[in-house]
């Protein structure tokens, strides 16, 4: 396989680049977060922005898309993944030139198909699936694959990779879930620590953030899920919400108190397209700031059914529920993840450290696995999600697929 590369997010054309970027290919057995811990704002954001990369969706747990669903990008599953039928994944050809080859979708548990589903680009990995895939394919430009009685269907796909069997394919990698997952709760936590210095105001029916002027950085508001009473938030009415984020700044909403209750509650509330959307991230947590509990609970995201979000999201201890015909501008990462019939995740450019964002350079990953053994007593990866007495070590390098 071609190896993946991280390319340079110091460069203030960044985002841009990630419009007509590609995905590289995996190019390691064992795939570990970096474990850069996050000790700083600065650092949480890169991190969160270097573990998810190029993928619309992460969830650790369990998926279910309803019929008609539709993905932009890469899709990883650590549990099972139920796909309604007439779905298509990683449809935005612009991400994926024909020359490079992308896994844009994982499933580490069972695959339930529907109905038949297409992976318009890329192809797709289920090593932990039971049963066996078949393959139907017609003809050597129309590669589907057939489990469960149901299709999986890749006739669209250039990708070299893209008749390899999902379920046996030397290409599918081993992901080390509890360490990912250890990686985003530890960004999670920090941003939830840093003192808020922006403050959500309604006017004219409107929610928004308020940023004092000259801030550069990383700038933290929160949204107390509690204050959402109807279509009343704090006791003022709201009707739509417009999030503006400044050129230089990444706007952390800080959305506590989520759990068994609703991000943006108001019923038929528009939400509507701010500035630099690429610098928004939603920190969703089920309890207060301060709360330390591992504890997954259930959020959902908006207060009605098609509805529309802006903004990337870092859930890590958050079951997220999404309603029918949602379209969500930006990247999730979530435990697990619900969305109705006909939800649409769009993948616009990834979610982007502001250019004032300072941090270290970001190794290459080939060089990831030099550094470990110069490092000697250095251990790659964070404490285990379920086991914290256990220390998972890796001597290969992180090689998610990356926007080159």
């Known amino acids: 396989m071609n190896s993946g590369h991280i390319s340079s997010m110091r460069r203030i054309s960044y985002h841009t680049m990630h419009a007509v970027a590609s995905l590289a290919t995996l190019t390691?057995?064992?795939?570990?977060?970096?474990?850069?811990?996050?000790?700083?704002?600065?650092?949480?954001?890169?991190?969160?922005?270097?573990?998810?990369?190029?993928?619309?969706?992460?969830?650790?747990?369990?998926t279910s898309m309803g019929g008609n669903s539709k993905t932009d990008s890469a899709v990883a599953v650590g549990g099972n993944f139920t796909l309604g039928s007439g779905s298509e994944i990683a449809r935005k050809d612009a991400l994926y030139p024909q020359s490079s080859s992308a896994l844009t979708l994982y499933v580490g548990g069972q695959l339930a198909l529907q109905g038949e589903s297409k992976l318009r680009n890329?192809?797709?990995?289920?090593?932990?699936?039971?049963?066996?895939?078949?393959?139907v394919s017609p003809n050597s430009n129309q590669i589907k694959f057939m489990a469960?009685?149901?299709?999986?269907?890749?006739?669209?796909?250039?990708?070299?990779?893209?008749?390899?069997?999902?379920?046996?394919?030397?290409?599918?990698?081993?992901?080390?879930?509890?360490?990912?997952?250890?990686?985003?709760?530890?960004?999670?936590?920090?941003?939830?620590?840093?003192t808020a210095t922006a403050s959500i105001i309604v006017t004219d029916q409107t929610l928004s953030v308020?940023?004092?002027?000259?801030?550069?950085?990383?700038?933290?508001?929160?949204?107390?899920?509690?204050?959402?009473?109807?279509?009343?938030?704090?006791?003022?009415?709201?009707?739509?919400?417009?999030?503006?984020v400044p050129d230089d700044v990444n706007l952390v909403i800080n959305v506590t108190n989520a759990a068994g209750r609703t991000v943006i509650a108001a019923s038929g509330v528009n939400v509507h397209e701010g500035t630099n959307n690429d610098h928004l991230l939603w920190n969703i947590l089920p309890g207060s700031l301060t709360d330390t509990s591992t504890t997954v609970q259930s959020a959902t995201l908006l207060g009605s059914n098609s509805s529309q979000f802006y903004g990337s999201i870092l859930a890590p201890l958050v079951d997220l529920n999404v309603g029918n015909a949602t379209k969500i501008y930006g990247q999730i990462v979530a435990n697990s993840y619900t969305q109705g019939q006909g939800g649409?995740?769009?993948?616009?450019?990834?979610?982007?450290?502001?250019?004032?964002?300072?941090?270290?350079?970001?190794?290459?990953?080939?060089?990831?696995?030099m550094m470990m053994v110069g490092a000697g007593a250095f251990v790659l990866g964070l404490k285990s999600w379920r086991d914290r007495k256990r220390k998972q070590a890796a001597a290969c390098p992180v090689a998610l697929p990356q926007q080159v």
């Open 210 to 244: 308020s940023v004092p002027s000259g801030v550069t950085g990383v700038v933290t508001v929160t949204l107390d899920a509690n204050l959402f009473v109807g279509n009343q938030y704090n006791g003022q009415t709201v009707s739509s919400v417009r999030i503006d």
């Open 148 to 194: 469960g009685g149901q299709i999986l269907n890749l006739e669209n796909s250039k990708d070299p990779n893209r008749s390899l069997n999902p379920g046996t394919n030397g290409a599918s990698p081993n992901w080390a879930w509890n360490d990912l997952q250890s990686t985003f709760a530890a960004a999670s936590k920090t941003l939830a620590a840093v």
């Open 28 to 62: 390691c057995a064992l795939i570990v977060a970096p474990t850069i811990r996050a000790s700083t704002a600065n650092e949480a954001i890169v991190n969160y922005a270097s573990a998810i990369q190029g993928y619309n969706l992460v969830t650790f747990g369990n």
């Open 344 to 369: 649409e995740l769009y993948y616009n450019g990834a979610f982007t450290a502001a250019p004032s964002v300072a941090f270290s350079p970001v190794p290459e990953p080939q060089t990831w696995g």
């Open 122 to 135: 890329g192809y797709a990995s289920t090593p932990g699936m039971a049963g066996s895939w078949t393959d």
